[in-house]
């Protein structure tokens, strides 16, 4: 079974920053793709980066140009840095991994960025 552990979230005001953290109960080269998602409120969960084992990077349109998501295989560990956070980033933060056909995910990390 794998876990997946975010932590990060938090309000922080429009222009600001955060950065997420996803600490992977195994090596995270075992996983295909791993990858950050997000649910706003009322909305469905949506896209928003994701890196493969070798680390290929894709990000949502929205975000491009704002968010950086990396990885530090000795701690297992994959991140999100959010910069020049805005109202519509508020939503609840997921970590997703992928070794194969079974998708793990994490609890979720509330994020908000008040106007």
């Known amino acids: 079974q794998v876990q997946l552990v975010e932590s990060g979230g938090g309000l922080v005001q429009a222009g600001g920053s955060l950065r997420l953290s996803c600490a992977a109960s195994r090596s995270i080269f075992s996983f295909n793709v791993m990858g950050w998602y997000r649910q706003p409120p009322g909305k469905q969960r949506e896209l928003v980066a994701t890196?493969?084992?070798?680390?290929?990077?894709d990000y949502a349109d929205s975000v491009k140009g704002r968010f950086t998501i990396s990885r530090d295989a000795a701690k297992n560990t994959v991140y999100l840095q959010m910069n020049s956070l805005n109202a519509e980033d508020t939503a609840v933060y997921y970590c997703h991994a992928r070794p194969g056909y079974i998708n793990y995910w994490g609890q979720g990390t509330q994020v908000t960025v008040s106007s």
């Open positions: 890196i493969t084992s070798g680390g290929t990077t």
